[in-house]
């Protein structure tokens, strides 16, 4: 997949196949297996909670603290440390729980003071101590520090009445898709190791300061509750948290140093999260023979792997090797049923060959992947590179405008819109889409402009 930062989307980090776009100030992941297992695991739960699956998105933040939260609409964004911190799947199934009962019961708030790239808000199962303290380096930069009431005030917006409702409707909506709530209470309890572990005492002003209940109360209410719901003693979805330790062990490879993964999973692991994770490592150091060696271990165990196969077909695009990527990028995609994001890293391959015989193959694959995920900006550049192969530069001017205005380039996305209207058939679909984005942009600089 093709990353960005902070700008939807600039140069591939070395052996990922993640995608990083931006959502407010954080960049999000992207990837293909990771978003159809948070569908899987979610779509009960977002059913429980009376929300149709297909209108709810989860999504992947790069952030190492622990912490999940709601900004609006139906979406709940979870940090990457919380993946990292949560060793079962159904301890990030009682966070998501929790978050859909936030959006639910309306709990989400809007700060008019707070510039869009900050408007979201903090919430989650963490305690504002544990949030604050787990995301600051110096201790010095905590939240709760003296003088700092006002940031208080100002980012843990939900009492502490939101968060026992939304603790409430989450144990709700974890029964009525028959899944324990063991798995919740276990997070709850990391969290007050957390605390533990960074001194933070229950006092008067520990209450005043914090915005959420206490955890110590969080867990034995949920307990009294979980123990009696009749899926307490369930056992855990065996085939979800497979793919769940995969996840989490792709994405410690993919953000981990080398030498960290390498020593998180060593090479006598030979199981797939190890293979895995050493994949990454390897080819961030530029070991491709090693690289290749720990997805062929992975493709050895499972044959039909499409994301052992998109790992492979990244591996070999990204050294250089894009002919080579074909045949397993080909295969993912095709046993993903044209999974957008891994279509799009086809689609790169085949244009990577710079053999003009396979940019019809590209253009298809392409056209394919933004009809199903619109919200794919390298694969609007990628289809803009074969609109501008074949001469159509108009196309390639509306492919160009797409990507600038999901990257925020605003002023770039009315050019672009403006001139691919003038060399498109008028009254035409195409034509019509270059004026929406021209009309979206402005509108969006003009809402810029007011606030400065």
């Known amino acids: 997949m093709k990353p960005s930062l902070l700008s939807r989307l600039a140069a591939v980090l070395a052996a990922v196949a993640l995608t990083i776009q931006p959502v407010a100030a954080q960049s999000v992941l992207r990837d293909a297996e990771t978003e159809a297992l948070f569908r899987d695991m979610s779509a009960p739960i977002i059913a429980a909670a009376g929300l149709d699956p297909k209108n709810v998105d989860i999504v992947l933040l790069n952030d190492g603290t622990i912490n999940a939260f709601v900004a609006g609409g139906q979406a709940v964004y979870i940090h990457s440390g919380l993946i990292g911190a949560a060793d079962h799947v159904s301890e990030v199934q009682g966070v998501i729980a929790h978050e ?234 095709q046993l993903s049923d044209n999974a957008p994001l891994i279509a799009t890293t086809f689609g790169h391959a085949l244009l990577a060959t710079e053999d003009k015989a396979n940019f019809a193959e590209a253009e298809k694959v392409l056209r394919n992947a933004v009809a199903r995920d619109r919200e794919n900006p390298f694969a609007w550049y990628q289809l803009g590179v074969v609109y501008e192969a074949r001469g159509d530069t108009a196309r390639a001017r509306l492919a160009s405008a797409e990507q600038q205005l999901m990257e925020l380039q605003l002023p770039e996305a009315v050019r672009s819109a403006e001139a691919a209207e003038m060399g498109l058939p008028k009254g035409s679909p195409d034509w019509l889409r270059a004026q929406d984005i021209a009309m979206s942009a402005r509108a969006m600089i003009e809402r810029q402009r007011k606030k400065k």
Not at 107 to 116: F, M, Q, T
Not at 128 to 135: E, H, L, Q
Not at 159 to 173: K, T
């Open 100 to 333: 859909l009962g936030h959006i639910t019961g309306g709990h989400v708030i809007s700060d008019a003071g707070v510039k869009p790239a900050t408007n979201i808000t903090l919430l989650s199962l963490l305690l504002g101590a544990a949030a604050a303290v787990a995301g600051a380096g110096d201790a010095g930069m905590g939240i709760f520090m003296a003088g700092q009431q006002a940031a208080l005030g100002k980012y843990l917006a939900f009492s502490r009445s939101q968060e026992s409702s939304a603790d409430a409707a989450g144990a709700q909506y974890l029964s009525k898709a028959g899944i324990s709530g063991r798995g919740s209470l276990d997070f709850f309890k990391k969290l007050q190791n957390q605390e533990f572990r960074y001194g933070f005492k229950r006092d008067a002003d520990a209450e005043f300061y914090s915005t959420h209940p206490m955890t110590s109360d969080r867990l034995t209410t949920l307990q009294d509750t979980y123990e009696k719901d009749p899926a307490w003693n369930k056992p855990e979805d065996a085939a979800l948290q497979a793919r769940f330790l995969r996840v989490k062990a792709k994405l410690y490879g993919y953000l981990a140093e080398p030498a960290s993964t390498l020593a998180a999973y060593p090479e006598y692991l030979t199981d797939g999260p190890a293979h895995y994770a050493r994949a990454y490592a390897f080819h961030k150091e530029a070991f491709l023979d090693k690289a290749l060696a720990e997805t062929d271990a992975l493709l050895q165990q499972t044959p039909n792997d499409p994301y052992a196969l998109e790992l492979k077909g990244q591996i070999l695009l990204e050294s250089g090797k894009p002919a080579d990527a074909l045949d397993p990028l080909r295969r993912a995609t």
